[in-house]
DNA sequence: CTGAAAGCGCTAACAG
DNA sequence: CTGTTAGCGCTTTCAG
């Protein structure tokens, strides 16, 4: 508390000029003689000055700032996009800030957070598909803070979204297995997820649609943990009665469990049992037999939401507010 | 656009009370009549009144956010913590800002990315120990900014650190593996870690010297990368010709490629050679055998930095700037 | 090209 | 217990 901050008062005396003047130039104002310039910045060097992001935010209404929300929950699914989402904010000049839901059970949590959110005045939010994501979708809305959301699909004037093709991932694998006549498949998801399983389960029915067979949600939709120690138990269980086609799971974590699992009750894989994860982790590198797993570029899928929602803050012109990004399957061991 | 903010002004007309008094009641001030207090928080309500922080930011010179700043490559222990973190900032009504740095490569990361911090005027920081982290102590030293350090010990006026006692941790495990007549031992450590490996190797030298045997740092030990891609190749390579009495990483993932390595080598874990692993991550679950681990509490590093930093902002009395936590060893297959 | 002056929305003495 | 009045540090017309 002894040297007072310094501020853009301060350079303007100890450069010799007003204080407008020192804010065009550290706005990059094009309008200033290049002399005084030069006084400007040389003062503002020497006396080591940092313009203070909250009047500034407070005289413009604008933060630079994001605010990215989600349930603890989903935190193996956000972590592997925050790198993305962080270096194209760094390179954009956007800080980001981090709302997590859930967890604590402190009366609403959701609308308590987000009015966090709303007092902070974040220029805009990344929201993450997951089980109350329609209520998180409401607030923002109704606050009218512009917003992008990952794996789940809105798009009006403030809103956009970023998405892989699940139906189509879903669909393509199982139709895949449907036409070597392997029918016995069953989908395992945690309640959890990044992409919608309510879309992962529709791709599935339409492919046992075009080969005029029924998909039975109650059995062959198995939901589980995504602790390890929850999910492999359960499987180490359920194997003892149960044997697959393939078995296809939302999350590679849980793929690992369904395969340790089922070796350890004698089932061959792939053999006579075949697993595909989703995501493509370290988790499938490391199962063994490597997990064959379903690529999502979750790095570009962090740093297009950025992107996409500095669009929409800047009016700038957009061709879609829906990008949808390619999948890829990393075919390993656990399939034939 | 249509409808502009509402402010606290706002709220004083609609209650007919001075805007000084809604300021009073929204930050709980006693000393408001509970009449006028009921008024305005009517008003408060009818107008859905959510007060500017920004504003209030600039008016008290507090933003009330913490800001927490790691380089990229630290992130798989960083989102271990981030869940202690985020609950107890929510608990005590901090926002929290990440900035991430290197994996760019503009300039000069860190001081560009500070300067970021200052310029957000953020009330504290969090910092994790990293290869960098002494330019970065010295760059929030310079701008007085209060800070906690994980996994790193600094204390003065406005810094304090988490820990946990690595030198303890290594020559607790070593200590007793020499008393076996085990002295066979290496150690494994990716350059990036929150554990000062200093710290563990000082530690793995003591218990050397403790039994008049010399720890030949050169030969003993082994860096690796964190990508599994790496790290299992290159041990595979080194057990064609190698073996141990014991193998310690610092970190689950890499012991993971170890223990696959080895065993894709003939030899035999743990009879031939036992491998020890740390942070207790679901990598030490999954791995098979599954691996022996050192539970490091990083729900409670991240919970009680931003307790100390929280007590460091409000000048609370602290018992001490410098808090170690306790760690566990986790027996597992990879033992005997 | 530069300066003066009016805010941005809230807090915090200081009176009353 | 409540209202008045200065700011907090910066941006942004509007003149000149």
Chains 1, 2 share one sequence.
Not at 66 to 80: C, E, N, R, T
Not at 109 to 132: C, H, W, Y
Request: net charge negative; with cysteine; charged share 25%.
């Amino acid at each position: 508390m002894s040297k007072k901050n310094i501020t853009i008062y301060d350079v303007a005396t100890e450069a010799g000029v007003s204080l407008a003047t020192v804010s065009r130039v550290i706005n990059g104002s094009s309008v200033v003689k290049q002399e005084t310039r030069d006084k400007v910045m040389d003062a503002i060097q020497r006396l080591d000055f940092k313009p203070n992001q909250v009047a500034r935010g407070l005289a413009t209404s604008k933060t630079t700032t994001i605010a990215i929300v989600f349930p603890q929950s989903l935190f193996a699914h956000v972590k592997d996009m925050i790198s993305g989402i962080g270096d194209t904010s760094r390179r954009l000049d956007y800080n980001v800030s981090i709302y997590t839901t859930d967890e604590i059970g402190d009366g609403n949590p959701i609308e308590t957070v987000m009015e966090k959110v709303i007092k902070s005045r974040a220029d805009g939010v990344i929201l993450f598909n997951n089980e109350q994501i329609d209520e998180e979708i409401a607030l923002v809305k109704k606050y009218k803070i512009p917003t992008v959301v990952i794996g789940y699909c809105v798009s009006n004037e403030t809103m956009g979204s970023i998405l892989v093709d699940a139906k189509k991932i879903a669909f393509d694998v199982i139709d895949k297995y449907i036409k070597l006549g392997k029918t016995d498949i069953v989908f395992v998801s945690p309640r959890q997820n990044l992409i919608r399983t309510e879309d992962i389960v529709e791709g599935i029915e339409r492919a046992y649609q075009k080969h005029n067979l029924t998909f039975d949600k109650q059995k062959q939709v198995i939901s589980t943990s995504t602790h390890y120690e929850k999910s492999y138990p359960q499987f180490l269980d359920y194997f003892k009665n149960h044997k697959h086609d393939l078995v296809f799971t939302s999350y590679d974590k849980e793929a690992v469990a369904v395969v340790h699992a089922a070796i350890d009750n004698q089932i061959d894989v792939p053999d006579e049992m075949e697993v595909i994860g989703m995501m493509n982790t370290s988790y499938a590198l490391i199962c063994r037999p490597s997990l064959t797993s379903i690529h999502v570029p979750v790095y570009d899928m962090g740093a297009l939401a950025v992107r996409l929602l500095t669009k929409i803050l800047n009016e700038e012109d957009i061709e879609t507010k829906e990008v949808v990004l390619q999948h890829v399957l990393m075919p390993r061991k656990t399939t034939k």
